[in-house]
């Protein structure tokens, strides 16, 4: 059995790369939202700079693609928020057990907020509805997060459920050797 996760660990590149461009978007996002922030700050104390409508909306858009994509980034490290509590005081089997039905739950919440965030996406409100302060942008951009960290959460719980999977059939020594 270990001859396959060999074979399946080649895909891990994939993941490392996917993990950097999720995490240089969220960096961009970042930055975005602390110069329009910046902008609309100095807009309403400095009389010769304008102080323009629309910053509030795009910073609250920004936040929510940020938030909803580094939550996805918290999946691949590991660092999502979880009861640990009792833990140490479970055997160890039944701790991988329920680590991989976490994963199976996680799983099903990013295919929902996949499919159906595709759908309000393509709803009449999110196609034809515009920005209040920007009228020719449409509100797809405000309900696309939703799908996008559906597609982005079951990318990186692919592979948390895979080594969660690999931790049942390969020891964690063994895997400390080969590498």
Known sequence: MPKIFQTLDKIRPVYNVTYKVVMVICKLLLIADILITTFAVIGRYVPFIPNPSWTEQV??????????????????????????????????????????LADLAVMTLGVLMLVYGWKVCQSPLAKFGKYE???????????????????????????AFYNHIKAFFVPAEKEGEKA
């Open 59 to 100: 910073v609250l858009t920004l936040m929510v693609y940020m938030a909803v994509l580094s939550a996805t980034l918290a999946i691949r490290t590991d660092s999502h928020i979880r009861m640990t509590a009792l833990d140490r005081f479970l055997p160890k089997k039944l701790i991988m057990v329920l680590d991989v």
């Open 133 to 159: 302060s920007m009228p020719w942008l449409s509100r797809f951009w405000m309900y696309f997060p939703i799908p996008l960290a559906g597609g982005s959460m079951i990318i990186f719980e692919l592979e």
